[in-house]
């Protein structure tokens, strides 16, 4: 399997080799499913609960491809990465776990728990810019001093094939069931997981769907422009959903293989979190919630009969919790909107 | 198997064949972990997710063996219960799904949302009084009126039966991991899932734990007295442990088998709530979260290894989980006291 971030090669069988590299080293996250949602979308949805995954998200699983095969080469002391969070916290996890150092950059307004989180991991932390792509000079001033290997957190071709088995294991165990997907709704950041269940996807007849934040909507401007489009990421209840740009490896896969782009407000994704909780009994982050609240916008066409959604995370803060259940479904954006 | 209430000659061949019963009748839920979570209970934790069960608790295994096989029997039009709350929903479901009509008494103060779904469920739903004996004459009342079977929480071997099949199924998934059980912890209202639990577990070395409210110990009481004792059951955040009197039938099984008693306040609750949350992004019901409250009192003593922890539902308000994640520690049980 290629390595290279310009790798616009990767297929399904990249996919289908990193889930034999994890299995047994990352968690086969359930399928879980709730009567009432099915009855609210109309559908029958199959949730992944990648909240259950170590380190609390999908990233683990690129993450832990990335960094163990690194590992495996013994060419690397440490790693270092960027990101929002969960990215940064799976690689200092994996990066522990293969006895290398791991600086991590994140974002000065980042949910307190993701930086303990991270800490608690081994990683140091250090503590960037509001925007991605200040946060990648920081990484690349890091690598060129230290000689620490990068874990991009999506143009990676280990990384979009890893997050990509979240989506293998959920289309094949509505397969197993008999129940078929024939659509799969995932969460766009820098869309290396969309670009990861794309490739899982491929050939069945599914139709794939990336849910962006209105207003952190790169992917969305890229696949009309058809070349990537920068935004100036939006305030967004979904921390994880906010990166400049839409990646260069995930562009090139979802502009090739087709996605449909889903926009999604505050109250849109405080509703969905709200009932990933109490119908599902899953703690979800806003980020990974988003999918189910593009889901609901998705069956609303009623052209789809079983709808995968990968519920991507959950390291939420417990106060930010608080503020969802009592808010009612007033937009919450503002209070979290990044530093100036 | 027997089926009378009186019923003690129960075993695990009772056990495993309700397994078999419910085998693709209920969610088979996944067994989770947290790194965190076993570092500080200094102990290999291994949570049973029955809040990801259908009808969000335990309480549907019970209630699908009992009312699966009268239904199968074909000698009942309908079946009545009281709960207070979880046990009557799964009723409500389990006579739902087979035809049967269902009257479930709750309790006047029952959370609204355990009312609304055994509403949703289709059952009638009749409130009751605050404590379980009164219900409990309603319920031979309603049975008199209308011949309906009465599914009685606990003293019903079925449901004994059927509750066991969680405490089955992750005793033999520790044994599959290769991390056999040495305790195992569940919470204690009626005694029905303790009894289950302990036949699952008989002649496997281990050790079981029963999780009270301070102050709800009738189980603890009893088996000083080597007699059923009954309680005024105290205020406490755990609404589903909080019968009068453990069940004669569970007591039966559990005084003889042999069973720690645990009790734990409201804060330990309350902070084991939030530990489920934060730390294995779960929702479980206070009455749920009782036994890794319960789990960390006997982690204490350092001699167990890999400990079982029975997260036996998920039902609870929002407004409840708003309240438990920005109240701190301090001890909440007054707010929800059962209505005079």
Redesign the interface.
Known sequence: MGSAVTDLRLTRADVEEAARFLDGRVVR??V?RS??LDARAGARLLFKAE??QDG?SYKMRGATVAVGRLAAAGSATGVVCQSTGNHALAVALAARRHGLAAIVVLPADAPA?KVSRAE?AGARVVVGGADAEERLRLVARIHTETGYAVIDAYDHADVVAGQGTAALELIEEAERAGTPLDALVVPVGGGGGAAGASLAAAGRGIDLYGVEPVGCDSLARSLAAGRRVPVVPAPTLADGLRPTCVGALPFGILHEAGIGAVRVDDAEIAEAF?LV??E?????EPSGAAALAGALRVTASGIHRTVGVLLTG??VE??L??DL??RGTEATGKRHQPAA
């Not at 599902?280 to 979800?284: G, M, Q, S, T």
């Open positions: 996250t359930p879980v009567a009432s909240n259950l609390g728990a608690a709200r909780l109490s599902l009994r899953l703690l979800a959950g390291n417990p106060d919790v608080a259940l009592t």
